[in-house]
T-cell receptor, first 112, second 115 residues
Framework: KAGVTQTPRYLIKTRGQQVTLSCSPISGHRSVSWYQQTPGQGLQFLFEYFSETQRNKGNFPGRFSGRQFSNSRSEMNVSTLELGDSALYLC???????????FGQGTRLTVV | KQEVTQIPAALSVPEGENLVLNCSFTDSAIYNLQWFRQDPGKGLTSLLL?????REQTSGRLNASLDKSSGRSTLYIAASQPGDSATYLCAVRYAGGTSYGKLTFGQGTILTVHP
């Protein structure tokens, strides 16, 4: 069965621009969560969605937002990009909010 | 503060050795603990999930244990191979409203298995 799919795999953006990343969870999974991975901070939780509702949000500025659609696909948006937003953004899905998490390959965002 | 710590940060062993990776967490109120591996530039691959009511889980050459009272988990890799070289990450789902749906990760152990 298909795994978690993230698109695009790579992005290069300029400071001040905005970006939208997409995540398609494993079929039947209703929980989608997002993480930012950087060499200095490691993996940090951004937010979690279940049945189209944001259930939890990490300590990130309001420039980071997300949503989940009725088919469980999720998008995250970062507005007014900063150099420090350069990171690997990972999406994970699970059947329930505390179930086994399965991760996608990530989107590598570079802000120049 | 709910944190996860992994020791050692890096480990280099010859092929064939049995090895243990350690993970500690600060609060015993957890839903579960999950071990992942990550190859350079790639996503995370789930290795083992241990529910809070379980003591250990096994998959092939991997065995993970959980001791909630001491806040520790270990990942045991038997007969290591060069293909096991990767970063191993421990992640905890703490219980409690502010932790809903969130995995808290350790910094990882970089494992190198040389032929």
């Amino acid at each position: 069965k298909a795994g978690v799919t993230q698109t695009p795999r790579y992005l290069i953006k300029t400071r001040g621009q905005q970006v939208t990343l997409s995540c398609s969870p494993i079929s039947g999974h209703r929980s989608v969560s997002w993480y930012q991975q950087t060499p200095g901070q490691g993996l940090q939780f951004l937010f979690e969605y279940f049945s189209e509702t944001q259930r939890n949000k990490g300590n990130f500025p309001g420039r980071f937002s997300g949503r989940q659609f009725s088919n469980s696909r999720s998008e995250m948006n970062v507005s007014t990009l900063e150099l420090g937003d350069s990171a690997l953004y990972l999406c994970a899905s699970s059947i329930l909010f505390a179930g086994e998490a399965f991760f996608g390959q990530g989107t590598r965002l570079t802000v120049v | 503060k709910q944190e996860v710590t992994q020791i050692p940060a890096a480990l280099s062993v010859p092929e064939g050795e049995n090895l243990v990776l350690n993970c500690s967490f600060t609060d015993s109120a957890i839903y579960n603990l999950q071990w992942f591996r990550q190859d350079p530039g790639k996503g995370l691959t789930s290795l083992l999930l241990i529910q809070s009511s379980q003591r250990e889980q096994t998959s092939g050459r991997l065995n993970a244990s959980l001791d909630k009272s001491s806040g520790r988990s270990t990942l045991y890799i038997a007969a290591s191979q060069p293909g096991d070289s990767a970063t191993y990450l421990c992640a905890v789902r703490y219980a409690g409203g502010t932790s809903y749906g969130k995995l808290t990760f350790g910094q990882g152990t970089i494992l190198t298995v040389h032929p």
